[in-house]
């Protein structure tokens, strides 16, 4: 069966950097786009970017441009988020989800969510 | 960028219909795609594709997309429906992933 597996939450100071694991499990890893997406306390859904597992290639929010650093490790079917220069505001729960593309593409697995707390 | 509208909460008694609309412009010409979200959990799909189910979602859970609107319609409520609800398209302009704001569905 599918499965994501995020790394555990974190704290870290402002101006730290964070960077969150998503290890896939059950399913080819190169196969599918992998999203990003955060959520910060008592908010909505903010899609940060993508990453191709199978290229390395990426598209980040233009939000996040500059900040964010998606890679991936295909020899344990793991992927990466990094988020530099935090901000209090960067307090978030992390997501990764995979991309499923027929039709059109939708997340249809998600990872647990990985906490990240950012506070001085 | 793209925008999608969401009304912030939506009630409705046991047994009866919800309606939770997401408004676009043009979103008819989309696909849109939405996630169920209980507190403290992970977002889950509920529909793709305007109005395809996964596997495991009761057809109490169905779709339409037309015009500037996108619905998500539940029937026959439970309180195990009650959750936060997100609508998602991609913005082929922008090739970024745009959610809605969610709304909250109260049952009363």
């Known amino acids: 069966q599918v499965q994501l597996v995020q790394s555990g939450a974190e704290v870290k100071k402002p101006g730290a950097s964070v960077k969150v694991s998503c290890k896939a499990s059950?399913?080819?890893?190169?196969?599918?786009?992998m999203h990003w997406v955060r959520q910060a306390p008592g908010q909505g859904l903010e899609w940060m970017g993508r990453?191709?597992?199978?290229?390395?290639?990426?598209n980040y929010a233009q939000k996040f441009q500059g900040r964010v650093t998606m890679t991936r490790d295909t020899s344990i079917s793991t992927a990466y988020m990094e988020l530099s220069r935090l901000r209090s505001d960067d307090t978030a729960v992390y997501y990764c989800?995979?991309?499923?593309?027929?039709?059109?593409?939708?997340?249809?697995?998600w990872g647990q969510g990985t906490l990240v707390t950012v506070s001085s | 960028s793209y925008v999608l509208t969401q009304p912030p909460s939506v009630s409705v008694a046991p047994g009866q219909t919800a309606r939770i609309t997401c408004g676009g412009n043009?979103?008819?010409?989309?696909?849109v795609h939405w996630y169920q979200q209980k507190p403290g959990q992970a977002p889950v799909l509920v529909v793709y594709?305007?109005?395809d189910r996964p596997s495991g979602i009761p057809e109490r859970f169905s779709g339409s997309n037309s015009g500037n609107t996108a619905t998500l319609t539940i029937s026959r409520v439970e309180a195990g429906d009650e959750a936060d609800y997100y609508c998602?398209?991609?913005?082929?302009?922008?090739?970024?992933?745009?959610f809605g704001g969610g709304t909250k569905l109260t049952v009363l």
């Open positions: 989800a995979r991309v499923y593309c027929e039709v059109s593409c939708y997340e249809d697995y």
């Open positions: 059950g399913y080819t890893f190169t196969g599918y786009y």
């Open positions: 990453i191709n597992p199978n290229s390395g290639g990426t």
């Open positions: 043009n979103i008819g010409s989309k696909s």
């Open positions: 594709d305007d109005s």
């Open positions: 998602q398209v991609w913005d082929s302009s922008s090739d970024y992933v745009v």
